[in-house]
């Protein structure tokens, strides 16, 4: 019995940390391939081009956690972003510039919220709907041109507190916020019922809804930061900008454990997630794959990633299925 | 027998309609501009200033529609524009190839055809307008073989491939520079989908992994743009020079500034205006056909003054 | 002598750490119903498994009509003549009934087309042959899950199946569609099949066995024609000790009504139910399956809508729009399908425990961890939940282990009335003593249970008054002397009504 809890023990552990597992790994076949990789300048380099998807890849964790779901996000990060630098542009004021891109993004899954929640659309729907909308408002409002010479703006996305990046600065606040959330507050551990039974969470008493249109609400921040952080980074206000990062945020939740199903996932799991992305890109560029093949080797190193993961759970269900439900009732039955 | 009946009966009236619309506004030639991708910024820019420049000729209007970088929704968008009756389209090819065939449809159905940026070519009965892809990189690229200094490493950032403007400049800069000078090295060379955030993520790795970096090559000054914002702080890279291709108002201040080297402008209100005179000249019948080019100068600190002027116009910067 | 379909000698089968099986022998003849019972986790399933495939066993070897075979899969088993007909049926919504039953197997035309003509012909003579009234082309999604089941025995027949395995077919199906299975497997031995049979249920067991094993702790404990068993002995062999057939109640005095419902109707199908319960009572609501007890009581608890009604809590009105409400007034609901509304189950115990009452472990939104772990540890030792730790995902539990999970989690709200609906069903007989010590521990601390239940035995054993309904309504109201079948199932039919 005591052989078991701690084989037990060790299939838990095994499974739960598989993901950092393959993040290891990964550091030390890219450490062999290219001896600048762990340098400290690399690294903050890594970190500051994954700081915009991972943010969103938070947001999408606590989406998809509750069994929701934001393909809207590439679009709102670019209205937020050039609204944000508009207004930057207009009055100069960077708190006021920076309280815009997190209101817009707020707002546009506000929306989204209460489409899903009271008109009961599929979030996967909903989304896409915004998506479009929120792109188009965006190519509007600067008639598809560019916003050029954003000035001080740039701070956000350029600026360094201390050695630290500033858009990695926010990414780790961003982490941390999520990890409180999903971990240490009454509303995270809702989230994980409802999206791991909804029936069951009204059932005990769960407002849904509520916590669906908070989850919205979230994420809409994470995206309007993200807005902000891209526009100052890149030093121009683009409403094309952000195309496509839905999937790369989803991406790196569905890598870092985050169940589809809904009810599983971490927030330091998708951080590694969106660093295993981020390692493969950087050591490709580094050694000078050709950019073709990048394509292909990064599609392959995904689903190794994810089908060890998966591969370890599954190992693990099945084993514990086995091995924990019988001797329960043997105890029972000798009770 | 009554299906068919009401089949005449509406198309009747249909063409009565018609007739009556064209008549009063006899005066009035209706064209449709089909943009490969409003999303795209040279893409607004050319539709903003086609709707601009239309305003000048009384005796016509411009419908834009968005083809949303889709090759199916540019050909749907062809069709309709024949169906709709319109007296001439404006194409904007996605991929010219895809269109070819539509066009060729759309001249058999007698409408005018301009094809722009980039121009299908042969198509007998359509005309077009176009800037040279060829060219405009090639007028970096003659510039770069001055000014490359020997044994140089150069970055190379490329367009989506398959796109012709990418694959035209990117064959311009091999014909014109890399074929001559057998001493340049590459040390990297990625696409970066004309995205300045994406150019950004290559430059910082190329930093890394090279010593030493003397020239970017851009296909675009998109690209080239966000390479320079990853060295702007760095002295090391003081000397590097950066090619693109377009004049963007942001390329123009780099130049301005010394941070970039050079590009060729690719001025859409030119594009437009030459696109509206020659679609007039079309319709009233001065001419049956052209193929006709735009300059694309080449932009430098010594004349860059001259086109930030075209851009305070646009407003797109101060 | 009848001629052995199907024999496994001496199969094995261990998991990590556990024997699932050891040593396990039986066999089914022709022309016989061989019943299969044993308590949950006693490998029933797995042994199961390995017949029809799922598994491989380490050890021993198996025998059909004779001869020694390997079953390597699923499909091996069906071309061996093996059909097993799932106690869960996974059916594909908007298929009909002839595109189901010859899913996988379609009669094809030349360039592979389906030839529907011959599908058509062949489901009608099927139909027909066993006396089914089916419309072919009926979608499953429109069919009772007694009607599917029924097709899977039809498919089982059409693939000219000798073995059929049922595991626990009546779990979820009416009496009188119970009766309909009954005449089918009677059908079925009368053609010479040979049908393992597994169940829970004693009266269905002794009604429909040819033989019986015992399976208990993955050892065959017993194998003997039924009438060398009865009831007690079937019992005692499974749970390996004696049981008595008493339910663990105490008469305790009942206080003051603490829970009133008047002139209650609701949008699923109830109308003017009206009913109160008394401090320390335990009040059962008996009646048929679809007689709107569980509509009642999810109305009850903020669950469903309903139309008209009030309800009294320790004789104050009080609204109930929500769960939440609910909660507030100190009344909870174990819900029928615990899959569905009671566990998150890819979630762990505690989270699991700890879901109703948040609040009182989150301060200003913030969690007390280890506030949290010991009372869900002191909740779950007293409701004796079995398992490695609190932090295991609640689906590696048992049936009755997760029923107490649920349980737990009411628990810990601390609630006046406990509203019970089937809180044994699907779990094995040495957890259900424990609901019902369970229940006579929570009643002496002076709270009130209503207990929904179709099984009338636990009522009548455990219920100090019981109202019955029948078609939405309360038909009767009978008081622990006045218990008795008879009474019972006369207001259930709503024979009396008009007595009434």
């Keep these: 019995m005591n052989n078991l809890m701690t084989r037990e023990k060790w299939q838990t552990i095994k499974s739960r940390y598989s993901i950092y597992l393959v993040l290891i790994v990964m550091i030390i076949v890219c450490n062999l391939l290219n001896e600048n990789f762990l340098s400290p300048r690399n690294l903050s380099n890594i970190s500051a081009q994954i700081s915009v998807t991972t943010i969103l890849a938070f947001g999408e964790t606590i989406l998809i956690i509750g069994g929701l779901l934001d393909l809207s996000c590439g679009s709102v990060l670019a209205l937020a972003g050039v609204l944000s630098v508009y207004v930057f542009k207009e009055t100069g004021s960077l708190s006021l510039a920076f309280a815009v891109g997190l209101i817009v993004g707020v707002l546009c899954n506000f929306v989204n919220g209460i489409l899903v929640r009271r008109f009961n659309i599929p979030a996967f729907i909903a989304t896409l709907a915004m998506m479009t909308v929120a792109r188009g408002i965006a190519l509007l409002f600067t008639k598809g041109q560019n916003l050029y010479q954003i000035g001080d703006y740039v701070w956000f996305g350029q600026g360094k507190i201390g050695f630290v990046p500033l858009p990695v600065f926010f990414m780790i606040i961003v982490g941390i916020v999520t990890w409180y959330i999903l971990g240490h507050t009454s509303f995270g551990r809702s989230l994980y019922a409802v999206g791991g039974n909804e029936e069951a969470a009204r059932a005990s008493g769960i407002n849904v809804g509520r916590i669906k249109i908070g989850a919205y609400l979230i994420n809409g921040a994470f995206v309007g930061l993200a807005g902000i952080l891209l526009m100052a980074r890149t030093n121009v206000g683009a409403p094309n900008a952000g195309q496509g990062y839905e999937f790369e945020a989803l991406t790196a939740a569905i890598i870092g454990g985050t169940s589809f199903s809904g009810g599983l996932g971490t927030a330091g799991g998708t951080l590694a997630g969106a660093f295993i992305v981020g390692f493969l890109n950087n050591i490709m560029n580094l050694t000078g794959v050709d950019s073709y093949l990048q394509q292909v080797i990064k599609g392959g190193i995904i689903a190794l990633a994810v089908g060890y993961d998966m591969w370890a759970k599954v190992n693990r269900t099945r084993k514990t299925l086995g091995a924990a439900k019988l001797p329960n009732e043997r105890k029972e039955a000798k009770a | 027998m009554k299906f068919m009946k009401s089949i005449r009966t509406v198309t009747a009236v249909a063409a009565l309609c018609l007739a009556a619309t064209t008549v009063a506004q006899a005066e009035n030639y209706k064209i449709a501009f089909i943009a490969r991708a409003q999303a795209d910024s040279f893409a607004a820019w050319l539709a903003n200033g086609i709707m601009d420049e239309v305003k000048k000729y009384p005796d016509m209007t411009v419908d834009v529609m968005d083809a949303q970088a889709d090759d199916a929704k540019e050909n749907a968008f062809i069709e309709n524009a024949v169906a709709n009756k319109y007296d001439l389209i404006i194409v904007q090819p996605n991929n010219g190839e895809a269109q070819r065939p539509y066009v060729e449809q759309a001249v058999k159905d007698g409408v005018k055809v301009i094809t722009t940026n980039a121009r299908i070519k042969d198509i007998p009965g359509s005309s077009s307008v176009d800037a040279d892809p060829y060219e405009q990189a090639a007028v970096n690229a003659r510039l770069a073989l001055e000014q490359v200094p020997q044994g140089a490493s150069v970055v190379v950032l490329n367009g989506p491939s398959g796109n012709m403007h990418a694959d035209m400049r990117r064959d311009a800069w091999q014909k014109e520079f890399f074929d001559k000078r057998s001493d340049v090295k590459i040390v990297g060379e990625q696409i970066a989908h004309w995205n300045k955030e994406e150019a950004m993520r290559f430059m910082e790795d190329w930093v890394q992994a090279n010593d030493k970096i003397d020239a970017v090559v851009s296909m675009n000054d998109n690209m080239a743009a966000g390479a320079l914002e990853v060295v702007k702080d760095d002295p090391k890279f003081d000397k590097m020079l950066a090619y693109g291709v377009d004049g963007t108002a942001e390329a123009m201040l780099l130049i301005q500034e010394g941070r970039m080297t050079s590009t060729a402008l690719q001025n859409a209100y030119d594009l437009a205006a030459k696109n509206i005179s020659v679609a007039h000249d079309l319709l009233t019948g001065k001419i049956e056909q052209i193929d006709t080019d735009i300059d694309c100068p080449l932009v430098t600190k010594d004349n860059v003054a001259e086109f930030i002027e075209i851009h305070k116009k646009s407003g797109a910067i101060k | ?500």
């Design chain 3, 1 to 500: 002598m009848q001629k052995t379909l199907l024999e496994v000698r001496n199969i094995s089968k261990s998991f990590p750490g556990v024997k699932a099986l050891e040593d396990v022998c039986f066999s089914v003849k022709e022309g016989s119903v061989h019943v299969l019972c044993g308590e949950n986790g006693a490998g029933k399933s797995t042994l199961m498994k390995i017949i029809n495939g799922i598994y491989q066993p380490d050890g021993g070897e198996t025998l059909i009509k004779g001869e020694k075979v390997e079953i390597t899969s699923p499909i091996r088993a069906g071309e061996l003549g093996v059909s097993m007909i799932f106690q869960e049926l996974n059916y594909t919504p908007e298929m009909t009934i002839e595109e189901s039953l010859f899913a996988g197997r379609w009669p094809k035309k030349s360039f592979g087309r389906i030839d529907w003509k011959a599908i058509r012909q062949r489901t009608l003579k099927l139909l027909e042959q066993e006396n089914l009234p089916y419309d072919p082309e009926m979608k499953l999604k429109d069919l009772s899950i007694s009607n599917l089941q029924m097709l899977e025995i039809l498919k089982a027949i059409s693939r000219d199946a000798d073995i059929i395995i049922m595991d626990e077919p009546t779990s979820s199906i009416t009496n009188k569609e119970i009766e309909i299975l009954f005449e089918k497997i009677a059908d079925l031995r009368a053609r010479g099949k040979g049908i393992v049979y597994i169940s829970h249920k004693m009266d269905e067991i002794f009604r429909i066995a040819d033989e019986i094993s015992i399976l208990r702790d993955g050892k065959v404990i017993e194998t003997r024609p039924k009438d060398q068993f009865d009831i007690d002995s079937v019992i005692s062999l499974m749970v390996g000790r004696a049981l008595g057939q008493g339910y663990p109640k105490e008469e305790l005095p009942v206080g003051d009504v603490v829970l009133e419902v008047d002139g209650f109707s609701g949008p699923t199908g109830f109308s003017d139910v009206s009913f109160n319960v008394r401090k320390g009572e335990i009040v059962g609501f008996a009646g048929l399956v679809g007689a709107g007890r569980t509509e009642v009581m999810r109305a009850l608890f903020g669950l469903d809508e309903r139309f008209g009604g009030t309800v009294k809590v320790h004789g104050a009105p009080v609204r109930v729009r929500n769960v939440q409400d609910s909660i507030r007034n100190g009344v909870v609901m174990l819900s029928e399908d615990r899959r569905r509304y009671g566990i998150v189950p890819i979630r762990d115990v505690k989270e699991n425990v700890t879901l109703a009452s948040m609040d009182q472990f989150f301060q200003k939104g913030r969690l007390n961890a280890s506030k949290e772990r010991s009372r869900v540890e002191e909740i779950c030792k007293k409701i004796n939940v079995k398992m490695a730790s609190i932090d295991v995902q609640v689906s590696t539990l048992s049936g009755g282990n997760q029923q107490k999970v649920v349980l737990s989690k009411w628990m810990l709200q601390d609630p006046d009335i406990l509203i019970l609906d089937e809180p044994t069903r699907g779990i094995d007989v040495g957890a259900k003593f424990e609901i019902y010590k369970l229940m006579t521990n929570l009643v002496k601390e002076g709270k009130s249970i209503i207990m929904v239940s179709s099984e009338l035995p636990e009522l009548i054993g455990m219920c100090d008054r019981m109202y019955v309904m029948a078609e939405g309504r309360i038909t009767g109201e009978l008081d622990r002397a006045e218990f008795s079948q008879e009474a019972i199932m006369r207001y259930a039919m709503n024979m009396t009504r008009k007595a009434v």
